[in-house]
């Protein structure tokens, strides 16, 4: 408490001091307006004239700025960060307080000041309240960085990037208080701007020479403010300065920290610079249009796609947001996230323990809330685990997914968006024959239930979703290794989980009942490149002080995915990023109904192999039918038996 009324009686001493020079500063700036007008007259005659026989005016008009000054917070900012924003504050509270003082004085007095004095007042009221307040800004900054050099905590950095990101970066070190910057300078690949200076900092060179400096110059530190997916020009510069034992920061851009998953913390290294391409950029305008209002229930809620959905979709002030999941803890966690994140949303969401397998659940459910738009994100993913697991793999993702898209279509959703996978094309493990049934399913649940939109989306692997192999990767280079890649060729498209939940809303935005849609992931990557990036990331050699090694294709696993069967064709759509899959109808309505049915059977009586022998002559059916394939996924899904 004693602490407390010190700290107060302080802050009211100081600001006390603030408002006196404030009013001595515009009085000051009264007088000399004056006296530089009437040049060559005796300074007391002015002042009768003008001061004394107003004075009444002019202590009303003091106490109106002091007040106009409290309106724009002038009293309450930290003069040691002050800025463009505070300038502008004062230009206002100024302009207002003198238009007071010459309404004041056109009732008070009869002596009217000159229209130079007017403006010559007003420049010098503005220019000295500003001064008052940008010395005291030098003042503290220079104390600030005398006390930090001479206790050695003052950090020399380097900074790379372009003009354009290095200069909120160089701002925001500069404002920050500990730990304090000594910006040596900039290293850009431009080279036409060699030599010009950013936020007070020169642009020393190309990024080349990055390793000259640090030799030469006692680098403390470097920080990299590039654009996200520029994952090949920084790659090699931040292996340099592990090896020497600099620390490196790499900062997000400022358009990508609103809606970053990161949030405004730098991380050390953001997953998206693993692309090696630009990050698709949201239009979060069409999908606030979209959502806004609507009641949506996500399935898999708790999983990295379904819970990146969920924090996209309550951004977007939908009337109700439904979150369903089998596990109680995931869901939980997402729910406890979300109310953080969004504490004003709290009301909006809620949440549903169900399997999308149980029928009479599921059915209930979505009679209970009915919603608008329904994202069924629920599935069994992973591909090895599915390979001896049949029955799951089937009584999940297609059984589960049949309710569910039945339960909507009776029930009069608008629209149904099933998330599905390259490996539903030309599928050759469990888990991708089942989603591409799945793909088959909402096909038919189209003809049966005509008012509700069924739409699929196709994307490949998420970087930094569970189980990903990018934080298989890390964790075992923590472990000192190896790192275990499968094949020295094996590739995968990869995706973050932002953009690729992000195109997935704008699919159920814009596509068609029966459309299947692919997003567009850029080119396939190496695993192994993917690893070696990785290790030298972390400032260690592949091969030398993390090794590696080929384990061998899984069970189900291809060396090379694919995004469309032989079958199928792709073309673009009127959305960036997002192409249409042209595909034929494999079975139809009576028969995929039948399938399922047959499958119910033999998921209840968790047989797995005459699962995979079913699922198997549903392939040949569907390679009879529509030939070019050649029985080739039917043979590869027979072999991983």
Not at 81 to 100: M, P, S
Not at 522 to 548: C, F, S, T
Request: glycine share 6%; hydrophobic share 40%; with cysteine.
């Amino acid at each position: 408490m004693l602490k407390f009324t010190k700290n107060s009686a302080l802050r009211t001493v100081k600001k006390t001091i603030f408002i006196s020079a404030d009013a001595a500063t515009i009085y000051a700036s009264l007088l000399a307006a004056l006296i530089l007008r009437f040049e060559g007259i005796p300074a007391s005659i002015i002042y009768n004239y003008y001061i004394a026989s107003n004075l009444l005016g002019i202590i009303a008009s003091l106490a109106i700025y002091i007040a106009l000054y409290h309106w724009f917070h002038l009293y309450k900012r930290a003069w040691g960060l002050v800025g463009l924003d505070a300038a502008r504050c004062i230009i206002y509270a100024n302009t207002l307080g003198l238009i007071a003082l010459l309404s004041i004085q056109q009732f008070t007095s009869k002596t009217m000041l000159p229209r130079s004095v007017i403006i010559i007042f007003w420049i010098f009221s503005i220019i000295s309240t500003s001064g008052l307040r940008i010395a005291l800004r030098i003042y503290i900054t220079t104390k600030r960085r005398i006390s930090a050099q001479l206790a050695g905590t003052m950090k020399r950095v380097i900074v790379i990037g372009s003009e354009k990101t290095t200069a909120p970066v160089i701002r925001m070190m500069r404002e920050q208080h500990e730990p304090l910057y000594e910006i040596v300078g900039i290293l850009d690949d431009d080279p036409e701007r060699t030599g010009m200076i950013v936020g007070g900092a020169k642009i020393l060179g190309r990024i080349d020479i990055l390793g000259k400096f640090i030799a030469e110059s006692s680098i403390d530190e470097v920080i990299v403010a590039l654009p996200h997916g520029c994952g090949k020009t920084v790659f090699k510069h931040i292996r340099e300065c592990r090896h020497r034992k600099i620390p490196v920061r790499v900062v997000p851009g400022l358009a990508d920290l609103h809606s970053s998953p990161y949030g405004t913390n730098i991380p050390e290294i953001p997953i998206d610079y693993f692309l090696k391409r630009p990050v698709l950029r949201h239009n979060k305008q069409a999908t606030a249009e979209y959502t806004t209002g609507k009641k949506v229930l996500v399935t898999g809620a708790g999983g990295s796609i379904g819970s990146e959905l969920c924090r996209q979709i309550i951004a977007s002030e939908p009337g109700a947001l439904i979150l369903l999941g089998h596990g109680e803890n995931s869901i939980h966690q997402v729910w406890q996230t979300l109310t953080s994140e969004f504490p004003n949303k709290r009301n909006v969401l809620e949440c549903v323990i169900c399997s999308v397998a149980d029928r009479e659940r599921i059915n209930s459910v979505i009679e209970k809330h009915r919603p608008d738009i329904v994202f069924h994100a629920a599935a069994h993913k992973h591909v090895p685990l599915m390979e001896s697991n049949e029955s799951e793999a089937v009584r999940n993702n297609v059984i589960g997914t049949t309710y569910l898209a039945d339960a909507c279509g009776r029930f009069g959703v608008e629209r149904f968006v099933l998330i599905s996978t390259d490996k539903a094309a030309d599928p050759c493990s469990i888990m991708g024959t089942t989603k591409w049934l799945c793909e088959e399913i909402i096909q038919g649940m189209s003809d049966i239930w005509q008012n509700t939109k069924y739409i699929a989306v196709r994307f490949g692997n998420v970087l930094g979703s569970r189980g990903s192999v990018l934080k298989i990767f890390q964790d075992q280079i923590k472990r000192g290794g190896p790192v275990t890649v499968t094949h020295p060729e094996m590739t995968r498209y990869f995706m973050t989980i932002p953009e690729a939940v992000h195109l997935v809303i704008q699919v159920g935005k814009m596509g068609e009942s029966k459309g299947l849609y692919l997003l567009d992931m850029g080119r396939p990557i190496k695993l192994i490149d993917l690893a070696e990036d990785l290790i030298r990331m972390h400032g260690l050699e592949p091969w030398v002080d993390i090794d590696i090694e080929f384990c061998g294709i899984r069970p189900g696993e291809r060396l090379h995915e694919k995004l469309v069967s032989e079958h199928e064709s792709i073309r673009t759509s009127t959305v960036d990023s997002i192409l249409v899959v042209d595909r034929p109808h494999y079975f139809d309505t009576s028969e995929i109904m039948d399938i399922v049915r047959h499958l119910e059977t033999l998921s209840s009586n968790t047989d797995g192999d005459k699962i995979r022998d079913y699922l198997y002559r549903l392939i040949e059916r569907r390679n009879e039918r529509h030939p070019v394939a050649a029985n080739k996924a039917a043979i590869l899904l027979h072999e991983a038996a």
